[in-house]
């Protein structure tokens, strides 16, 4: 099993910035592409951003393109969302996920393991 937990999530006006973190534990993170997904309350939890276990290849949701950048640091155990421009329409808890394949983290239906969650605020 991998154990996900996410931090750096908390309140924050439009147009201010955050940084989120993941921590990877279990088995071993380099070999997962990690990724993250948002879910607002009332909707679907949506994908947010991958990247594969080697960093080469990042994709992002259309919504967070050019405002939202994802990285890991594999010696670290760690996988980061640095979130920049924010909008109140970014309200949302956040989630780490994990999957084998890269491709397996571009729909919430193929993540293999996720974390808890962190809140992100977005005030107007």
């Known amino acids: 099993q991998v154990q996900l937990v996410e931090s750096g999530g908390g309140l924050v006006q439009a147009g201010g910035s955050l940084r989120l973190s993941c921590a990877a534990s279990?088995?071993?993170?380099?070999?997962?592409?990690m990724g993250w997904f948002r879910q607002a309350p009332g909707k679907e939890r949506e994908f947010v951003a991958a990247?594969?276990?080697?960093?080469?290849?990042?994709y992002y949701g259309d919504s967070v393109k050019g405002r939202f950048t994802i990285s890991r640091d594999n010696a670290k155990n760690t996988v980061y969302l640095q979130m920049n421009s924010l909008k109140p329409e970014d309200t949302a808890v956040y989630y780490c996920?994990?999957?084998?394949?890269?491709?397996?983290?571009?729909?919430?239906?193929?993540?293999?393991?996720w974390g808890k969650g962190t809140l992100v605020t977005v005030s107007a």
């Open positions: 996920a994990a999957a084998v394949y890269y491709s397996d983290l571009l729909r919430w239906d193929g993540v293999d393991y």
């Open positions: 279990g088995r071993t993170f380099s070999n997962f592409a």
């Open positions: 990247i594969s276990w080697s960093g080469n290849m990042m």
